[in-house]
């Protein structure tokens, strides 16, 4: 039986507990968002002892089915303020589920100065004082706890930013490469910084693997999944071969590229940055255009990136980190990204959030537009030392915005808005506004349908059908997050008709039970509504629904449209 | 920070976006000869690029939609995903005016 690991910072005890009755049917966000509203004060301090660090892997983790080893951590949110759940790939998650772990919760908060890592094994957790790797980075945490515990073991790790219980402080996985994959939203690293533990490590020995309720039905959706994932021109083809960063020239092309921080709708040079342009790249220096953030991924829309020497630069290159140093700090360099890239994994900082946020600096005047050199120095000496400018900086993009007196400061709930610009693509601006995580794309994918052409059209420079669309989306999301899958694997869902059942069959097979595609959405609209609550009950209120005045009154070109949705609109959003 | 399109060998003020295609037509009528071709361009993406080009000038006949331009790139229909006209959302049975500029899309996705 799965059990839960239960870990009191305050006291340094551990517990292993039975999974209460109605924890049983979760996983992922479902699991994580479920324990954080029910032992979270939700008016407490994110960073004081009353808040939990909570990792679940998903419903489906540790099986064969494909794209399934995703990991959720939550708590309450020190940037936002709100709940957060924060997806990663990584080879934990298969770990956790292999193990028997259903969820692990860290709680309190240790009195003296002293730092800890956590061992967890099947059998339990043991925690112990850790010296040697503070201050180090995420890549030097990886290579010396493989060194200490083999070269198998998973790692859980926060860098110096996380340290510092900085507010952009990501938590960085491991990949199957000893790489680094991110949880980057939210601040998730510094509630581990809070909690004063620097890493985690995880020892699959003698996991006593899953046991599937029903093989045969498993083997046959499975299968269905699988074919579904490569049949469908996006995720079989498109993501392997171009990876998310195919998305500069379409978004570029539909004038929703938000550049120079949100003031204009296209970056000229984007071809230089573009999916294209880095896999012609890749190729010609000898790195991998596909590559998996996990095992069992047959997506591959990562890769690793090398330099013009053929040296490993970074990997799991994204769009919204190409697009936020790309077109909003104007750096049209596809190699310095990549090198930025590499430190903010390395530092520990949400690559989404520090791109706007140097954005935000770069109008401030701090450095200049196009400044990459600039950047890393932010980040190597003043994000990483701490040191005053450091710590503005590292609070995120709306902590600069404050502190320098602008306006242009795109934020949903203190949290960056990333790479698609609201004005021209509204139906993202929907999600936004009405994401219980504060500004995040993945909540609910738009994109999707008002450009990429995925599940339909919607015109995404037109009001109607956007609120729908957006509810529709944040549900089966959550629904999906709760799963362990990939959020990709929406492409095909959208689309292809045996997808979704198949993803359902599979849920139905692996526990033995016999959830309808009804159940699921009801499972996607539960997890929405006490997420919503969790958020009412620390002070959020419609009002906070809302984008930065700067989108109704600055008009973006090139079609020089603004948002324009009233208040009355966003909120039907609830409305279900 | 815009693309304009302009159609240099003519020196024509014709900067795609800034003008209505109405406001095009009669900036043409004014300045030229009734033609037998409008100037387009045309710009893929992804695989489309493969063995094609990136951005091309055409001159197109009046009255020619998106599907006859991608039917001449010999283009599988079925494989587009999305087709953008001066960053508009359109179908192939969309006209073109003169100074559009036809993005072509295969069906792509990422997040």
Same mark, same amino acid.
């Given at each position: 039986?799965?059990?839960?690991?239960?870990?009191?910072?305050?006291?340094?005890?551990?517990?292993?507990?039975?999974?209460?009755?109605?924890?049983?049917?979760?996983?992922?966000?479902?699991?994580?968002?479920?324990?954080?509203?029910?032992?979270?004060?939700?008016?407490?301090?994110?960073?004081?002892?009353?808040?939990?660090?909570?990792?679940?892997?998903?419903?489906?983790?540790?099986?064969?089915?494909?794209?399934?080893?995703?990991?959720?951590?939550?708590?309450?949110?020190?940037? =936002?303020?709100?709940?957060?759940?924060?997806? /990663?790939?990584?080879?934990?998650?298969?770990?956790? &589920? *292999?193990?028997?772990? +259903? !969820?692990?919760?860290?709680?309190?908060?240790?009195?003296?100065?002293?730092?800890?890592?956590?061992?967890?094994?099947?059998?339990?957790?043991?925690?112990?004082?850790?010296?040697?790797?503070?201050?180090?980075?995420?890549?030097?945490?990886?290579?010396?706890?493989?060194?200490?515990?083999?070269?198998?073991?998973?790692?859980?790790?926060?860098?110096?930013?996380?340290?510092?219980?900085?507010?952009?402080?990501?938590?960085?996985?491991?990949?199957?490469?000893?790489?680094?994959?991110?949880?980057?939203?939210?601040?998730?690293?510094?509630?581990?910084?809070?909690?004063?533990?620097?890493?985690?490590?995880?020892?699959? =020995?003698?996991?006593?693997?899953?046991?599937? /309720?029903?093989?045969?039905?498993?083997?046959?959706? &499975? *299968?269905?999944?699988? +074919? !579904?994932?490569?049949?469908?021109?996006?995720?079989?083809?498109?993501?392997?071969?171009?990876?998310?960063?195919?998305?500069?020239?379409?978004?570029?092309?539909?004038?929703?590229?938000?550049?120079?921080?949100?003031?204009?709708?296209?970056?000229?040079?984007?071809?230089?940055?573009?999916?294209?342009?880095?896999?012609?790249?890749?190729?010609?220096?000898?790195?991998?255009?596909?590559?998996?953030?996990?095992?069992?991924?047959?997506?591959?829309?990562?890769?690793?990136?090398?330099?013009?020497?053929?040296?490993?630069?970074?990997?799991?290159?994204?769009?919204?980190?190409?697009?936020?140093?790309?077109?909003?700090?104007?750096?049209?360099?596809?190699?310095?990204? /990549?090198?930025?890239?590499?430190?903010?994994?390395?530092?520990?900082?949400?690559?989404?959030?520090?791109?706007?946020?140097?954005?935000?600096?770069?109008?401030?005047?701090?450095?200049?537009?196009?400044?990459?050199?600039?950047?890393?120095?932010?980040?190597?000496?003043?994000?990483?030392?701490?040191?005053?400018?450091?710590?503005?900086?590292?609070?995120?993009?709306?902590?600069?915005?404050?502190?320098?007196?602008?306006?242009?400061?795109?934020?949903?709930?203190?949290?960056?808005?990333?790479?698609?610009?609201?004005?021209?693509?509204?139906?993202?601006?929907?999600?936004?506004?009405?994401?219980?995580?504060?500004?995040?794309?993945?909540?609910?994918?738009?994109?999707?349908?008002?450009?990429?052409?995925?599940?339909?059209?919607?015109?995404?420079?037109?009001?109607?059908?956007?609120?729908?669309?957006?509810?529709?989306?944040?549900?089966?999301?959550?629904?999906?997050?709760?799963?362990?899958?990939?959020?990709?694997?929406?492409?095909?869902?959208?689309?292809?008709?045996?997808?979704?059942?198949?993803?359902?069959?599979?849920?139905?097979?692996?526990?033995?039970?016999?959830?309808?595609?009804?159940?699921?959405?009801?499972?996607?609209?539960?997890?929405?509504?006490?997420?919503?609550?969790?958020?009412?009950?620390?002070?959020?209120?419609?009002?906070?629904?809302?984008?930065?005045?700067?989108?109704?009154?600055?008009?973006?070109?090139?079609?020089?449209?603004?948002?324009?949705?009233?208040?009355?609109?966003?909120?039907?959003?609830?409305?279900? | 920070?815009?693309?304009?399109?302009?159609?240099?060998?003519?020196?024509?003020?014709?900067?795609?976006?800034?003008?209505?295609?109405?406001?095009?037509?009669?900036?043409?009528?004014?300045?030229?000869?009734?033609?037998?071709?409008?100037?387009?361009?045309?710009?893929?993406?992804?695989?489309?690029?493969?063995?094609?080009?990136?951005?091309?000038?055409?001159?197109?006949?009046?009255?020619?939609?998106?599907?006859?331009?991608?039917?001449?790139?010999?283009?599988?229909?079925?494989?587009?995903?999305?087709?953008?006209?001066?960053?508009?959302?359109?179908?192939?049975?969309?006209?073109?005016?003169?100074?559009?500029?036809?993005?072509?899309?295969?069906?792509?996705?990422?997040?």
């Amino acid at each position: 039986m799965d059990k839960i690991f239960r870990i009191n910072m305050t006291d340094l005890s551990t517990k292993v507990e039975d999974v209460p009755a109605d924890w049983a049917g979760l996983g992922g966000r479902g699991l994580t968002s479920t324990i954080v509203s029910q032992e979270v004060p939700p008016t407490c301090h994110p960073l004081g002892p009353s808040n939990k660090l909570v990792f679940a892997p998903g419903l489906l983790s540790g099986t064969a089915a494909a794209n399934s080893g995703r990991l959720s951590a939550g708590a309450k949110s020190p940037l =936002t303020g709100t709940i957060k759940e924060s997806n /990663a790939g990584g080879t934990s998650a298969q770990l956790f &589920a *292999r193990m028997g772990i +259903k !969820a692990i919760i860290i709680e309190g908060m240790p009195a003296g100065d002293a730092w800890y890592n956590l061992h967890i094994t099947k059998d339990g957790v043991t925690i112990q004082e850790e010296k040697e790797l503070l201050g180090k980075g995420n890549f030097a945490v990886i290579e010396a706890v493989e060194q200490r515990l083999g070269k198998k073991i998973g790692v859980l790790t926060i860098g110096p930013a996380g340290e510092q219980r900085m507010t952009m402080a990501n938590i960085s996985v491991k990949d199957p490469d000893s790489k680094i994959r991110s949880h980057g939203r939210g601040g998730l690293g510094a509630v581990m910084g809070s909690k004063r533990i620097k890493f985690i490590s995880v020892d699959g =020995t003698d996991a006593p693997g899953i046991v599937i /309720a029903d093989p045969e039905k498993f083997k046959v959706a &499975a *299968r269905t999944f699988s +074919k !579904a994932l490569l049949d469908h021109p996006v995720s079989g083809e498109g993501l392997p071969t171009y990876g998310t960063n195919v998305l500069v020239n379409i978004i570029n092309e539909s004038g929703g590229f938000p550049t120079q921080n949100f003031k204009y709708g296209q970056f000229e040079p984007h071809d230089k940055i573009s999916g294209e342009t880095m896999q012609e790249t890749i190729v010609a220096r000898g790195g991998k255009f596909k590559h998996g953030c996990h095992a069992g991924c047959i997506i591959q829309c990562s890769q690793v990136y090398h330099d013009k020497d053929g040296k490993y630069l970074t990997s799991g290159f994204e769009y919204e980190t190409i697009w936020g140093l790309g077109a909003d700090c104007c750096i049209d360099d596809l190699d310095a990204i /990549a090198e930025i890239d590499n430190i903010m994994d390395d530092v520990g900082v949400d690559s989404i959030e520090t791109a706007v946020t140097m954005a935000v600096a770069m109008e401030a005047g701090v450095i200049k537009f196009g400044d990459a050199q600039g950047i890393k120095r932010l980040l190597r000496e003043d994000v990483t030392n701490g040191t005053a400018l450091g710590r503005i900086i590292g609070n995120g993009t709306a902590s600069v915005g404050s502190a320098y007196g602008l306006t242009r400061v795109p934020v949903v709930k203190n949290q960056a808005i990333p790479a698609y610009d609201p004005r021209a693509i509204k139906g993202i601006g929907i999600t936004y506004a009405t994401s219980t995580m504060g500004a995040d794309h993945t909540a609910g994918y738009c994109i999707a349908t008002n450009i990429l052409g995925v599940g339909g059209h919607v015109d995404p420079l037109k009001k109607e059908g956007q609120v729908e669309l957006s509810r529709n989306l944040q549900i089966a999301t959550a629904a999906v997050d709760s799963t362990g899958m990939c959020i990709f694997v929406a492409f095909p869902a959208l689309d292809i008709p045996e997808c979704l059942p198949a993803l359902i069959d599979m849920i139905n097979a692996r526990f033995g039970i016999s959830l309808t595609g009804d159940d699921v959405t009801n499972l996607g609209k539960h997890i929405l509504k006490i997420e919503r609550q969790f958020n009412i009950a620390a002070g959020f209120n419609s009002s906070h629904d809302r984008l930065p005045e700067f989108f109704k009154t600055e008009q973006l070109p090139p079609h020089n449209v603004v948002w324009d949705f009233s208040d009355e609109e966003i909120d039907e959003f609830w409305n279900f | 920070m815009l693309e304009l399109s302009l159609p240099a060998r003519r020196g024509l003020p014709c900067h795609a976006g800034d003008f209505s295609p109405r406001a095009q037509q009669l900036i043409l009528s004014h300045y030229l000869e009734p033609e037998l071709t409008m100037e387009c361009t045309v710009k893929l993406f992804a695989n489309f690029r493969l063995g094609r080009f990136k951005v091309e000038k055409f001159d197109l006949e009046p009255g020619s939609t998106c599907r006859d331009v991608v039917k001449s790139l010999s283009i599988d229909e079925a494989e587009i995903g999305v087709l953008l006209i001066n960053g508009r959302h359109v179908t192939l049975e969309q006209a073109l005016q003169p100074c559009d500029i036809l993005a072509i899309f295969p069906l792509v996705g990422g997040g």
